[in-house]
């Protein structure tokens, strides 16, 4: 199915809104349609009827998602999604804002995760870059957090981290950071072919999938290696 286009030839975008708060479906669509202009919006308020609209409706390119509103089953609804509808980039819009509801649902599938206190700004930002092929998450994610002490940490996932090379740890920086691999290209004065070399090589290490399976897995192992560090 070819994408909708405008008078001008430029691509639209067509963005379902998910939240049982018709206020909240409301606020976003503005934020939505300052992030991408000519957005398509669609609206719904629960799991069944999100669910109904995307099977519908051709070529959806995002899916802003509330945790909380009926039929959902917080990451694993998440799962069920990403499962059916492989292509379709989530972002969490959510109140809860605690790493570990964030975690969940980044290794669930998610590509980024929108606390509800979250600024206009900001938002317009997350949209934007997990538009453009990146994955966003607050910066609190990254900070130490109470886990496990480092030897608890399998040695296969201390080995996969080891054995990354300076550049491939560099890029991996930029893949948490949510950057698309051009704007990993241009911060690391590389080539986009160079840097899905070392995306490759990457995911291989780690023994993931795709990019949110990479930040889930490294976010696991810094949190892991920080507090060990402070603890000791």
């Given amino acids: 199915m070819e994408k909708l286009t405008t008078k001008d030839g430029n691509v639209k975008h067509s963005i379902v809104i998910a939240d049982d708060h018709a206020l ?15 957005a398509v919006i669609f609206q719904t308020n629960s799991f069944d009827e999100t669910i109904n609209t995307i099977t519908e409706t051709p070529s959806i390119d995002l899916l802003l998602l509330d945790l909380m509103m009926p039929g959902m089953d917080a990451d694993n609804s998440i799962k069920a999604i990403c499962k059916q509808f492989p292509d379709i980039p989530i972002v969490v819009i959510s109140v809860k804002e605690d790493f570990n509801s964030i975690q969940r649902c980044i290794a669930a599938g998610a590509a980024g995760y929108i606390p509800k206190t979250s600024p206009p700004n900001i938002t317009i930002s997350a949209i934007q870059l997990v538009l453009s092929g990146g994955i966003y998450v607050p910066p609190h994610i990254l900070r130490p ?56 090589a990457i995911f291989k290490k ?27």
């Fill in 206 to 232: 780690f023994q993931v999938k795709n990019r949110t399976e990479a930040v889930a897995k490294y976010s696991r192992l810094q949190e892991k290696i920080n507090y060990a560090s402070a603890a000791s």
């Fill in 145 to 200: 957090q109470q886990s496990e002490p480092l030897d608890s940490i399998q040695s296969s996932e201390q080995g996969a981290l080891d054995s990354l090379t300076q550049r491939q740890k560099d890029v991996l920086g930029q893949i948490v950071l949510g950057k698309s691999n051009q704007a990993i290209a241009d911060d690391l004065g590389l080539t986009v072919p160079t840097i899905k070399m070392h995306v490759s």
């Fill in 24 to 38: 909240v479906r409301g606020g976003l669509a503005l934020i939505a349609k300052m992030a991408v202009k000519e």
